[in-house]
């Protein structure tokens, strides 16, 4: 089976197409000396200065920094009070652009994805890397465009006029059909 991580060449493009194009990659991560890749199944983008709804609307702040950083950098950031989310940085290194990674197979929603993997602020500004802990790999699923759910954003009722903008992508439910629950949550107990 084809392992292939994914270099800076992926994320060295734009943020849309790269949030896209994660669906059908594994997400992957090693940890107590096991390793476990889960299918990515749902993806945000966030692009640039007047995405309204990007954490860089504003300009770069020290909780920012890694969004202004090159390709393929591992922005972690705390929300809420409680919940870390996983963003992996997008396009030219000082333009800030990430995807925010919502969900794998058989977990839902970012906090819970990283809870699950014990992802935190320790991986924030890494490069994804086996070194970090946590890559990407394409492992050769095809995904074609009738195969993704494209919907706007979800909680940016805030950001205006990029409240809509259709950057959310789901890989919908007959491609995931073939991955069962309990392959996902049998991986899952491995890096516990």
């Given at each position: 089976?084809?392992?292939?991580?994914?270099?800076?060449?992926?994320?060295?493009?734009?943020?849309?197409?790269?949030?896209?194009?994660?669906?059908?990659?594994?997400?992957?991560?090693?940890?107590?000396?096991?390793?476990?890749?889960?299918?990515?199944?749902?993806?945000?983008?966030?692009?640039?200065?007047?995405?309204?709804?990007?954490?860089?609307?504003?300009?770069?702040?020290?909780?920012?920094?890694?969004?202004?950083?090159?390709?393929?950098?591992?922005?972690?950031?705390?929300?809420?009070?409680?919940?870390?989310?996983?963003?992996?940085?997008?396009?030219?290194?000082?333009?800030?652009?990430?995807?925010?990674?919502?969900?794998?197979?058989?977990?839902?929603?970012?906090?819970?994805?990283?809870?699950?993997?014990?992802?935190?602020?320790?991986?924030?500004?890494?490069?994804?890397?086996?070194?970090?802990?946590?890559?990407?790999?394409?492992?050769?699923?095809?995904?074609?465009?009738?195969?993704?759910?494209?919907?706007?954003?979800?909680?940016?009722?805030?950001?205006?006029?990029?409240?809509?903008?259709?950057?959310?992508?789901?890989l919908c439910a007959n491609k995931k059909s073939g991955l069962t629950k309990s392959r996902s949550r049998?991986n899952l107990q491995k890096i516990r």
């Amino acid at each position: 089976m084809l392992h292939k991580p994914l270099g800076q060449s992926f994320f060295d493009r734009p943020t849309v197409a790269v949030a896209e194009e994660l669906l059908g990659k594994f997400l992957v991560r090693k940890g107590g000396g096991k390793i476990v890749a889960l299918m990515i199944t749902e993806t945000e983008a966030y692009d640039g200065f007047d995405d309204k709804a990007s954490h860089a609307s504003r300009g770069k702040t020290p909780r920012n920094t890694p969004m202004f950083e090159k390709p393929a950098t591992i922005y972690v950031y705390f929300t809420y009070g409680m919940h870390w989310m996983l963003n992996i940085v997008c396009g030219k290194e000082e333009y800030p652009a990430a995807v925010l990674i919502r969900g794998v197979e058989s977990i839902v929603g970012p906090a819970r994805l990283t809870k699950a993997l014990h992802i935190d602020k320790r991986l924030n500004t890494l490069l994804l890397s086996k070194k970090s802990g946590l890559w990407i790999e394409d492992r050769g699923v095809s995904v074609s465009k009738k195969d993704i759910l494209t919907t706007p954003r979800i909680g940016v009722h805030y950001a205006q006029e990029w409240t809509h903008k259709p950057w959310r992508f789901v890989l919908c439910a007959n491609k995931k059909s073939g991955l069962t629950k309990s392959r996902s949550r049998s991986n899952l107990q491995k890096i516990r």
